[in-house]
């Protein structure tokens, strides 16, 4: 669901000099003919970034779906949708799904049998550690020159902007197996959605504090702010089964309901690797702010501010679609869901997005995520390896195209590719043509490639006044694919605009040790933290974690992040 959005960094020569230094070492001795890439010769016509092939070929692929999800068109499915058609007419591909899982961890499983089996489609959407899985394991197929090739110059582009950083994510011994995501900044940011018509009808502000926001939620909790004369509302909505506490250095971005920002207002930063007084890694988990933070957690578990099934629930969307929720935590694109079918029970449901809850300095702390975070990986010997590439160069050129209100997750093997600013830069664009202070003529830049249809199309959905985002200002009737994208954009995303702390893991990768160690130790964490704020277990357990982390590897994997990190 997440929305590929991308944002002009702004790189100065420095970035792009070593962005394209890291793209020639990756490609040492590649030539530009299909020789080597596991590909057959080509026509002139099919070596286009965009050349369709003269007879069509086939592409199987694994699909994460949401079960929840009844946007598509009577008669269309997963397989076959309006990205299907567009990728067959216009490159004579036909994608098959060989499998399909719901997202998430059912998604990751999937993937992990397939790897363990060696039985695998033509392509997947992998992370981090499953693309070095399958480098380790000899599976994918080397896209070196598939890529110096067959990709666009907007994808290249993109590329450069991250500094080297995409590049280096997937290249192994001076190979590249696999095309990564660029992901938009604004992805690891986790901020507070709140209803605003909930603390206008009680007199009260968004909470800055924590104690501010222990006093919201407790009113969200008691004064029946729904007006159904029940006490059934939930202060703090929270992550469903399977789902993330909080984001961690292997899943840095796109952590919905998780509680993120109030660990931030203890300045502590859980699943990240930071520096130590004395400049040496030490592991977020495991320090004093993170017990500061749980305790805190367990004693507003114990005031039922915080949903009694969080961790447990199903559905993570259910309380906020149903009306039952008052606050939760997720990035900026909200207005993909689970917003639309929330205004849709309720019209008048006002969800207002701010960077909120401070620490005790006035400032929001934000875990940032790693600039790629998903990969596209090829198995090794399938025929048409450029193929893939040919399909992201495709909905690059063309994302804009499409109708929005059929999630464009449905893109065969999509990942996000974008600028790694779009989404503030293009909140502030809309906002200055709304203003009249800037003209569509003014944003000519082709890379942020939604921006020009964005213009076109905000004032369908957004009514005056331009400059108050309250939910009555809007008709999402008019356009709800249009709707989902502005309001994420200009209620989501504006906020990203003030200053607020940058908070960067030292690593966003495994070292060797991990391997084989992090799944348990993650466990051992996940299982230990959720007890504890769920009143299952002592905070004093929090120490007798932190001393079976480091007996159970922990020690060894930050002297091992410390050598990568040098």
Partial sequence: MAVALSACSQSDNDNNAASTKASTKASTAASTASAGSGSPAASAETQDPFGKYPEQITLTYGKAVDPTDNSLPAGDTPEHNQYSRYILDNLNIDTKVTWQAASGTNYDQKVNLAISSSDLPDALVVKDTQLREMVKSGQLADLTDVFNQYASPAMKNFMEKTGGKSMESVTFDGKMYAIPSIQVQSDGVHEMWIRKDWLDKLGLEPPKTMADLEKVAKAFVEQDPDGNGKKDTIGISGQQNGSKLYANFLESTNNTFGLDPIFGAYKSYPGYWLKDEAG????????????????????????????????????????????????????????????????????????????????????????????STLFVVVRKGYEHPEAVVKM???????????????????????????????????????????????????????????????????????????????????????????????????????????????????????????????????????????????????????????????????????????????
Avoid at 339 to 363: E, M, R, S, V
């Fill in 280 to 371: 040496n890694p030490v592991y977020g988990s495991t320090l004093p702010e993170t017990k500061e933070a749980l305790g805190k957690l367990r004693d507003m578990y114990a005031q039922g501010l915080i949903d009694k099934e969080i961790g447990i629930r199903k559905s993570a969307y259910e309380p906020i679609v149903s009306g039952q929720a008052g606050i939760f935590f997720a990035p900026w694109w909200m207005g993909y869901g689970p917003l639309p079918d929330a205004i849709k029970n309720n019209p008048d449901a006002n969800w207002q997005a701010y960077l909120l809850p401070l620490d005790a300095d006035g400032q929001f702390n934000a875990h940032m995520g790693a600039p």
């Fill in 392 to 566: 992201l160069n495709l909905l690059v050129r063309d994302e804009s195209k499409f109708d929005i209100s059929v999630p464009v997750g449905f893109y065969p093997l999509r990942v996000p590719m974008s600028y790694t600013d779009e989404s503030e830069y293009s909140a502030k664009a809309l906002k200055e043509v709304l203003a009249g202070t800037k003209k569509p003529e003014d944003f000519t830049d082709p890379g942020y490639k939604l921006l020009a249809a964005d213009i076109q199309n905000v004032t369908k959905v957004k009514k005056e006044p331009y400059d108050n985002m309250d939910i009555q200002n809007w008709d999402p009737k008019a356009d709800m694919g249009t709707w989902s994208r502005i309001y994420s954009l200009l209620v989501g995303s504006s906020p990203l605009e003030q200053d607020y702390n940058k908070v960067y893991s030292l690593l966003y990768s495994q070292t060797k040790t991990m391997e084989s160690r992090w799944s348990n130790l993650k466990k051992l964490e996940d299982e230990t933290f959720l007890k504890i704020i769920m009143g299952a277990a002592p905070l004093d357990d929090f120490d007798k974690f932190v001393s079976d982390w480091k007996k159970q590897g922990g020690d060894k994997i930050t002297e091992e992040v410390k050598e990568a990190v040098k």
